[in-house]
C-alpha cells in the first residue's frame, strides 16, 4: 500500500490539520461557544440548545474530542464536557503565529 498523502507533511502540520477541520463547521463552533460560556456543559443540555439530534450532537462531540478541543468526564449516566486549555493554548500560539508572521504588514502585496 502507497504512503497516505499525510505522510508528507510534519506531525504539526497534521495535529492542526485536525484541529483546523474539527472547528470547521458551524454546530462545532456553536458547541464550543456554549461550553465557554458555561463553563461545562452535560451531552443531555446540547441537545435542548441547539436544533439537532442526539445523534448529530454526540457525532459533533466525537470529532472535537478527536479533535482534543473537548475533555469529558463521566459523572453518572451523563458525560461532562469542558474545554482542554492546551490544545486552546495552542490553538492560541498559532493563530498568533500565522498574525505575527504576516510579511504583507503595511505594504501592499500580490
Not at 458555561?38 to 474530542?65: M, R, W, Y
Not at 492560541?92 to 508572521?101: G, K, P
Request: proline content about 3%; overall charge neutral; charged content about 20%.
Amino acid at each position: 500500500m502507497g504512503a497516505s498523502k499525510s505522510d508528507h507533511f510534519t506531525e504539526e502540520q497534521n495535529e492542526l490539520s485536525i484541529l483546523f477541520k474539527a472547528l470547521g463547521h458551524p454546530a462545532r463552533i456553536a458547541i464550543i461557544q456554549h461550553i465557554l460560556s458555561t463553563k461545562s456543559c452535560i451531552c443531555g443540555d446540547l441537545v435542548e440548545k441547539f436544533p439537532l439530534s442526539q445523534a448529530t450532537i454526540s457525532q459533533h462531540l466525537k470529532e472535537l474530542k478527536y479533535a482534543n478541543i473537548i475533555q469529558g468526564t463521566i459523572e453518572g449516566n451523563s458525560i461532562c464536557y469542558c474545554l482542554n486549555p492546551q490544545t486552546l493554548e495552542k490553538l492560541n500560539q498559532v493563530i498568533n503565529h500565522f498574525i505575527d508572521s504576516e510579511k504583507c504588514k503595511g505594504t501592499q502585496c500580490c
